[in-house]
């Protein structure tokens, strides 16, 4: 596949505009670990290769398990994730899959029941950030690393 665009070669301000809302994250009190499996999840479901090869690396990086990462997409199957983390994860596909539908009361609450507002709204904002991110890579064709 051939790379189509940079954008942050052709304007360094888009790429800033994303970085500001990463640089949030990264401050937020959103476990660090969970945030990973967030932006890994969403870009499974997306489909978006360049992310998922970064966030997965990423999550190793920072003591995941590779068998917590191979059964990312059967984690409704698997009893090596926390509720916390399958409340995250449910938000997380329903966000992702948005078009059309709504995130339902039960997925909203149930993801209430385990987080702080603060982390709440952390989780909301990853979510948003790597659909973002994942539509710029898939888009513009990013190759690789």
Not at 17 to 41: C, H, P, V
Not at 71 to 100: C, H, P, Q, Y
């Amino acid at each position: 596949m051939k790379e189509r665009l940079n954008i942050y070669n052709i304007d360094p301000k888009t790429f800033e505009a994303m970085m500001g809302l990463e640089n949030y994250l990264a401050q937020s009190s959103l476990d660090k670990n969970l945030f990973e499996l967030i932006k890994t999840r969403a870009s499974q479901i997306n489909g978006c290769a360049y992310c998922i090869n970064m966030h997965t690396r990423d999550a190793i990086k920072i003591g995941e398990t590779t068998q917590r990462l191979f059964l990312l997409d059967a984690w409704r199957e698997s009893n090596l994730f926390t509720d916390k983390e399958k409340a995250v994860l449910a938000l997380t596909e329903a966000m992702t899959l948005i078009a059309g539908k709504s995130v339902s009361d039960e997925i909203y609450d149930t993801a209430k029941n385990h987080l702080t507002e603060k982390e709440y709204a952390a989780v909301i904002m990853a979510v948003v950030a790597i659909n973002g991110w994942n539509r710029i890579a898939i888009t513009s064709q990013t190759p690789l690393d």
